[in-house]
């Protein structure tokens, strides 16, 4: 995974209450706006391989909903929410400067 930040969007590539997949070293992962704050998570649903950017985003509650059998994760922990998720996937800072977002591992 990543061991530090990478580039991997500009800030206007988001709108505020969505969310998109972005990739950095190879990987890919779920960047997500909500309020103006931004979240990363994984891009890949343990539950069942599923893309999460496929999924549907829930700004009020700071979760993303599976595409494939609709258990849901916290963007701000990476922990599920709701079954049939049972184990949580990695989260990642984030950091804006200037025009661009970074993301990187959690210190």
């Known amino acids: 995974m990543l061991n530090d930040f990478v580039r991997v969007a500009a800030v ?14 190879g990987d ?12 990363c998570i994984d891009n890949w ?21 599976c595409p494939l059998h609709e258990g849901r994760l916290d963007l701000r922990t990476g922990e599920p929410t709701s079954l ?9 800072a984030v950091k804006v400067e200037g025009d661009d977002i970074f ?3 959690v210190s």
């Open 84 to 92: 049939p998720i049972e184990d949580g996937v990695a989260r990642f």
């Open 12 to 25: 206007g590539d988001l709108d505020d209450n969505d969310m998109m997949m972005v990739e950095a070293d």
């Open 45 to 65: 649903c343990t539950h069942a391989q599923a893309m999460l950017d496929q999924g549907e985003l829930f700004a009020d509650t700071y979760e993303v909903e």
């Open 28 to 39: 890919e992962f779920l960047l997500a706006q909500i309020n103006g704050e931004y979240f």
């Open 103 to 105: 993301i990187g591992p």
